[in-house]
């Protein structure tokens, strides 16, 4: 399932995989509550079941919500904007490479510019300055993700990913570091993640700080410098 609750609002939308009656086989639908999630209710089904190449997200800094469908259309990477019941097409475009297991998506707004970058494969990242009309490889990771990708709220050059070891990029995914090896959290249990990162995600302070929550199998930890150092809170 992934959820998308817009900012300022109480419209949330749910994605999800369930069994379709009408087509009866599995469906990839869309959901659409205006009552802060007490109530749903379908607004587009997916022509196939493949939750792994259908993503939705808002980016940073924006109460947009887009979609990314890479299994809708054969061999082509539709993108498509959400707004009230609507889900429009704004482009369908080949894909940049075959995306068969795994398909994640993240974008930020930064200066009046809006930045989406693709992950495909778990491996290889993607950029996008055009909604999707385009897609420019920037750099394959030094290790597979476990489906994880995320991009700086105030730097659409910084881009993060994670799988057994959490991992950063500060040139728009062209070269990667990895922030700790797993094995340096037992010498470290303050200061470096644990093995195996479940979630990167930037949030803001009411003063507008910009930080990072990183999920890990060994709790949660915080980052104030975009993963240059981390912190563990529990």
């Known amino acids: 399932k992934q959820i998308v609750h817009v900012k300022g609002s109480t419209t949330v939308y749910l994605l999800c995989y369930m069994w379709d009656e009408v087509s009866w086989s599995a469906r990839v639908v869309l ?38 469908d890479a299994k809708s259309s054969a061999g082509n990477l539709q993108f498509f904007q959400l707004s009230g019941t609507s889900l429009a097409l704004i482009n369908s475009v080949a894909q940049p490479q ?8 993240a974008g930020t707004l930064v200066t009046g510019v809006l930045t989406f970058y693709l992950l495909s494969n778990n491996q290889a990242v993607f950029s996008s300055p055009n909604q999707g009309a385009s897609w ?5 990771l030094p290790q597979a993700a476990w489906g994880r990708l995320d991009v700086s709220n105030i730097d659409p ?6 799988g057994v070891e959490a991992m950063r990029s500060y040139n728009s995914g062209t070269s990667w570091t990895v922030v700790n090896n797993w094995g340096d959290y037992y010498s470290n249990i ?8 479940m979630n990167i995600a930037h949030y803001r302070k009411t003063d507008g700080t ?3 929550i990183i999920n890990n199998h060994g709790g949660v930890a915080v980052s104030y410098n975009e993963l240059t150092t981390t912190s563990n809170l529990t």
């Open 31 to 68: 959901y659409r509550s205006t009552n802060d999630g007490a109530s749903f209710s379908r607004i587009y089904t997916f022509n196939h079941g493949s939750e792994a190449l259908v993503k939705m997200m808002m980016p940073y800094n924006t109460n947009e919500v887009y979609v990314l």
């Open 98 to 105: 075959t995306i068969t297991s795994d398909l994640q998506f």
């Open 136 to 140: 420019l490889l920037k750099g394959t």
């Open 157 to 162: 050059l910084k881009v993060f990913s994670g």
């Open 190 to 197: 303050t200061g470096k993640l644990h093995a195996d990162i």
């Open 210 to 212: 910009s930080f990072a």
